[in-house]
């Protein structure tokens, strides 16, 4: 059973239209879930840490948030730079020291 | 400053050979992880490093992979008789500590094994 679940596993968006990607978790005891944004041939980028319920994070156009189980991505206003793969992760207490479970993650499309 | 780096970039290897896959981590950051992304997967944990320590192997695929860490620093990453199965994409993380810190991505080895 996935610990991870992200969703939807595509998103296209026109330039300017606000969306959320949605990332559900299950898990003994979250100390920390993490968003990266992937691109192409890369290696995932860090974005946002959360920690606790109800705390938020943002940068730019991204907006993270969090519940006891879910988190939120939310893009507002969205460019074509945006377009990337954005993963999600968990840390769990109880599992492996430093392990991260990641979902599959969202590819995002936004056109002009 | 510079970021977590990745040799090679790509590497090509027939089925039954041998390939290592080198890592650079962040100069300052004693945690560094290994991951593998298959098409249409998941990041899968492998390993994780805690200065030069590994405790716990139990996400490498098989008795086939192993990995090292010497001076806190650089990793190495070794796929012995490779198989077409081991062909993803390998990715490097480091970070600060090991609990709850974020990890800082490398670009990552394709690794293609014909």
């Known amino acids: 059973e996935d610990q991870v679940t992200q969703s939807p596993e595509a998103l296209r968006l026109q330039e300017g239209e606000s969306s959320s990607l949605n990332c559900s978790y299950t898990?003994?005891?979250?100390?920390?879930l993490f968003w990266y944004r992937q691109d192409p041939g890369k290696g995932p980028e860090f974005l946002f840490t959360?920690?606790?319920a109800g705390e938020e994070k943002e940068k730019e156009r991204l907006k993270a948030t969090l519940t006891k189980k879910e988190s939120f991505l939310h893009i507002t206003a969205p460019k074509p730079e945006d377009s990337a793969t954005y993963l999600c992760?968990?840390?769990?207490?109880?599992?492996?020291?430093?392990?991260?479970?990641f979902g599959r993650g969202t590819q995002l499309t936004v056109w002009p | 400053g510079a970021g977590v780096s990745q040799s090679p970039s790509n590497k090509v290897t027939e089925k039954g050979k041998d390939v290592e896959l080198r890592c650079d981590p962040i100069?300052?950051?004693?945690?560094l992880y290994w991951y593998r992304q298959s098409l249409g997967q998941g990041l899968e944990f492998l390993i994780y490093?805690?200065?030069?320590?590994?405790?716990?192997k139990s996400g490498l695929p098989s008795d086939r992979f192993s990995a090292e860490r010497t001076g806190g620093s650089v990793s190495t990453l070794t796929i012995q008789r490779t198989q077409q199965e081991d062909s993803a994409v390998y990715l490097c993380?480091?970070?600060?500590?090991?609990?709850?810190?974020?990890?800082?991505f490398g670009p990552g080895t394709r690794l293609t094994v014909t």
């Open positions: 993380a480091s970070s600060v500590g090991i609990t709850a810190h974020e990890q800082y």
């Open positions: 898990v003994s005891g979250l100390r920390g």
């Open positions: 959360l920690y606790s």
């Open positions: 992760a968990v840390y769990d207490r109880g599992s492996t020291l430093g392990r991260l479970y």
């Open positions: 100069s300052g950051h004693t945690a």
């Open positions: 490093f805690q200065g030069n320590s590994a405790p716990d």
